[in-house]
């Protein structure tokens, strides 16, 4: 129906008849002539009717969004548009169909929409004709081509593994769906394929990857939707060092192959410690600096009682400098960061803004002799602001990390067009539930430990550290993995560090215990949010604008209604009753 599209076309092509299809992406009237922009997936071609053409009285028919066929003469544009690829050029009606009408949208589809987001969820299909939506899908497809081509240059096998499986514990609710072959059971739908490429290591086959659904019962943020991708894979026969290597090569390919972007290999590396202790996060954005500070030695010596306590009580005194900023915040938006660092446990802020070679604010009277000391500790100079906190060493960091992210977006510290990448790794095993009184797994159940902290394991299980590690893009955790166990005793002792009986460990993961006995490998690997990894790369606000069909902040699509009632004879067949909340 066409011979070519609607983002080809260049000044070379001057004279060449042409066929083209296309909606009507807006449609102009000018001294009598009839300007109309045809869009496709490709881009936008003018074409152009004189009052004295055949087909001018067709395409005044022609209104937004109609889907057209056009055939016709390229000619040069007098007046050039040099913000569209094909703006050098116009096509000259010589024939026009429609090919479908279409009734007035309720959105403007642009890449700038007037519409909320509610609407364009309704009307999906018409928010993905917008370009900026398709080039997204569009880098999305690139990434997922990119590691199809690396990891199967790298002798993978993909496999996918079940949507139904069993319910374990993996840190979020799963989604259950009944069983109408056995009333009263219940499948979960995966929230990864963990136990199963672990499985695939055992059976063999040394090297597995799929791009693969996985479902999660967990509250929505802007990059968290209740099905999302995961970039999986699993390797045997390997050290934490294969997989930096292999994962470090598969991403270079990603933004070389989706962005048109190098990047240098290796990538940096931090401890989970130093990345908390340096950037008050497990998943540090570097593009900007403001690091934290420890001031403990600074105020050793404080008469500022609340300090002094917080030191006795083995606490940590810690600030951010954020440079120049002292004119940006009043007192009023100082007290909204407060409420913002409280967010994380700690009991309050302290400020101090440096001006006219002055200190003021609400420490300025218990800096004393130390002054100057401060100064040259934090490189404080005329126009700073500085945000301290006291308190536990792990709420300190939390805390301050949330304002350093917070002023560095307020500030405009951050270069958007940089994509920095980072591993974290050296995690502990282990973290403390006191509200539970017991330990979970700072990963997952399945992680190795290091050599050195074995002996720990029963004894000190908080002080051993895992053999896992997280890729970091731009602030945001792009992946998770880990070196696995593949001896049954050390899983056994694991699951009793967790507080797992025997009859609990055999009914959750007995058929993992079962099949470790027969052999296992050393094995490890990594998952990598595709969804998230797309939004990055493509500067979006949410996973909804790059996911094809999301579910909104409350788990609804407005376009298909779901969630919905189930019909009484489904309900009859699965043998369900569904009570209302006031039963």
């Not at 992406?25 to 009052?51: E, H, M």
């Not at 499985?199 to 990857?209: D, H, K, N």
């Not at 009859?503 to 690997?525: D, N, Q, R, S």
Request: hydrophobic share 40%; glycine share 8%.
């Amino acid at each position: 129906m066409r011979t070519h599209n609607n983002g080809e076309l260049r000044i070379q092509h001057v004279g060449k008849e042409v066929t083209l299809v296309g909606w009507a992406a807006k449609r102009r009237n000018l001294g009598g002539i009839i300007f109309i922009d045809l869009r496709d997936r490709y881009g936008i071609t003018q074409i152009v009717c004189k009052p004295d053409n055949p087909m001018y009285g067709v395409l005044e028919e022609v209104k937004n969004e109609y889907v057209v066929q056009v055939r016709g003469r390229v000619l040069e544009r007098e007046s050039k548009n040099k913000k569209l690829p094909t703006g050098d050029i116009e096509v000259e009606a010589i024939s026009v169909k429609i090919l479908n009408r279409a009734e007035n949208p309720p959105m403007i589809i642009a890449d700038e929409t007037d519409a909320l987001e509610e609407l364009r969820m309704k009307y999906r299909y018409l928010d993905l004709r917008r370009p900026v939506m398709q080039k997204n899908l569009i880098i999305r497809h690139k990434i997922a081509q990119a590691v199809r081509e690396y990891l199967n240059k790298h002798d993978f096998i993909e496999v996918e593994t079940p949507v139904f499986g069993k319910s374990t514990p993996e840190g979020a609710r799963d989604y259950l769906v009944p069983s109408r072959l056995h009333p009263g059971k219940f499948y979960a739908l995966a929230q990864s394929p963990q136990i199963y490429k672990q499985l695939l290591m055992i059976a063999g086959i040394e090297r597995y990857y799929q791009i693969v659904k996985c479902f999660r019962d967990e509250d929505f943020r802007a990059d968290r939707q209740m099905e999302f991708t995961q970039i999986d894979l699993e390797m045997s026969f390997v050290d934490e060092e294969d997989i930096y290597g292999l994962v470090e090569g598969l991403v270079q390919k990603i933004m070389r192959e989706a962005k048109g972007i190098e990047i240098k290999l290796p990538l940096p590396r931090l401890s989970f410690q130093e990345a908390l202790d340096r950037f008050g996060t497990d998943k540090p954005d570097t593009r900007f600096g403001m690091e934290l500070v420890d001031l403990s030695e600074l105020f050793r010596d404080t008469e500022f009682g609340v300090f002094r306590k917080v030191l006795e009580a083995g606490g940590v005194i810690k600030g951010i400098n954020a440079k120049g900023a002292a004119s940006n915040y009043s007192r009023r938006e100082i007290e909204r960061l407060e409420e913002e660092a409280k967010k994380f446990k700690v009991k309050g802020l302290s400020w101090l803004k440096y001006e006219n070679d002055n200190f003021s604010g609400s420490l300025a009277r218990f800096l004393e002799g130390s002054g100057a000391a401060l100064r040259e500790k934090l490189g404080i100079e005329n126009g700073d602001l500085f945000l301290i906190v006291a308190d536990k060493l792990k709420h300190a960091n939390l805390a301050l990390g949330h304002l350093r992210n917070i002023l560095g977006r307020e500030l405009g510290l951050i270069d958007n067009s940089r994509f920095e990448f980072l591993w974290v790794k050296d995690w502990p095993a282990f973290e403390y539930d006191e509200e539970a009184g017991r330990y979970d797994s700072t990963h997952h159940p399945f992680t190795s430990l290091r050599e050195e902290d074995m002996d720990l394991l029963l004894s000190e299980p908080e002080k051993c550290h895992s053999k896992s590690y997280d890729l970091v893009l731009n602030g945001y955790e792009l992946g998770s993995g880990s070196i696995r166990i593949h001896d049954q005793d050390l899983q056994r002792k694991v699951f009793a560090v967790l507080g797992l009986s025997e009859e609990e460990v055999l009914e959750k993961f007995g058929f993992l215990i079962e099949a470790l006995k027969y052999g296992t490998p050393p094995h490890g690997g990594i998952a990598l949010g595709l969804d998230r990894l797309a939004m990055i790369l493509c500067g979006a606000q949410s996973l909804r604008d790059v996911i094809a069909f999301p579910k909104s902040a409350s788990g609804i699509d407005p376009m298909s209604g779901a969630p919905s009632y189930p019909a009484p004879e489904q309900l009859r067949e699965l043998k369900l009753e569904v009570k209302n909340e006031e039963s």
